[in-house]
C-alpha cells in the first residue's frame, strides 16, 4: 500500500511543472501574471465544486473556526505565492531550475517543521540520515542550477 501512495504522490509530482508551464502561458496570453494566477485558482474553484457535490461533502461548521489558530489561512496565501512566483520564475529559470529550487526549499521548511512540530504535525527530531538526505538534494540543486546561479548574478537579474 505504501508503494501505491508512493507512486501517486511522484504522478502528481509529474503535474507540478505542467501547471507552472500552463500558467506561463496563460499569463502571457492574458497579459499580467496575476490574471493568469486568479484564472488558475479560478479554475481551481471550479473543479472542486462538482467534486464536493459527487462526494456529497457537507458544509464546514464556521463556528468551529473562531477557535483555530490563525495560521490555518496561511495555505491560499502560499498558494497565490507559489502560482504568482511560477509565473515570473519559470520564463527566467526554465522548469527543471525552478522546481529544483521549489524542491530543496519544500525539504528544508519539512525538516524544520518536523522537527518544531509545527502547524499541527507531531515533532519528529532532525536525525542525522534526514540531514544527509536534505543535504543531497540541496547539493543537486547547486549542482543542477550552478550555471544559470553564476549568469543571473552576471547579468543582475
Known amino acids: 500500500m505504501q508503494s501505491v501512495i508512493f507512486l501517486a504522490a511522484l504522478?502528481?509530482?509529474?503535474l507540478v511543472p505542467l501547471q507552472a508551464g500552463a500558467n506561463v502561458a496563460l499569463g502571457r496570453a492574458l497579459g499580467h501574471p496575476l490574471w493568469a494566477t486568479m484564472i488558475?485558482?479560478?479554475?481551481?474553484?471550479?473543479?472542486?465544486?462538482?467534486?464536493?457535490?459527487?462526494?456529497?461533502v457537507s458544509g464546514p461548521s464556521i463556528a468551529g473556526l473562531?477557535?483555530?489558530p490563525k495560521?490555518?489561512?496561511?495555505?491560499?496565501?502560499?498558494?497565490?505565492?507559489?502560482?504568482t512566483a511560477a509565473?515570473?520564475?519559470?520564463?527566467?529559470?526554465?522548469?527543471?531550475s525552478f522546481m529544483t529550487a521549489v524542491i530543496a526549499g519544500q525539504i528544508l521548511a519539512s525538516l524544520?517543521?518536523?522537527?518544531?512540530?509545527l502547524v499541527g504535525f507531531e515533532a519528529k527530531p532532525l536525525t542525522l540520515p534526514?540531514?544527509?538526505?536534505?543535504?543531497?538534494?540541496?547539493?543537486?540543486?547547486l549542482v543542477m542550477q550552478g550555471p544559470s546561479?553564476?549568469?543571473?548574478?552576471?547579468?543582475?537579474?
Request: glycine share 14%.
Open 71 to 83: 495560521w490555518i489561512w496561511i495555505g491560499g496565501v502560499a498558494g497565490v505565492i507559489y502560482i
Open 11 to 14: 504522478m502528481v509530482g509529474v
Open 40 to 56: 488558475s485558482l479560478a479554475v481551481s474553484v471550479i473543479c472542486v465544486v462538482p467534486m464536493m457535490l459527487a462526494f456529497r
Open 130 to 141: 534526514r540531514l544527509i538526505g536534505a543535504a543531497v538534494v540541496v547539493a543537486g540543486v
Open 112 to 117: 524544520a517543521i518536523d522537527h518544531f512540530g
Open 149 to 157: 546561479l553564476w549568469r543571473l548574478t552576471q547579468s543582475g537579474t
Open 66 to 68: 473562531a477557535g483555530q
Open 87 to 96: 509565473l515570473l520564475l519559470v520564463p527566467k529559470l526554465g522548469a527543471a
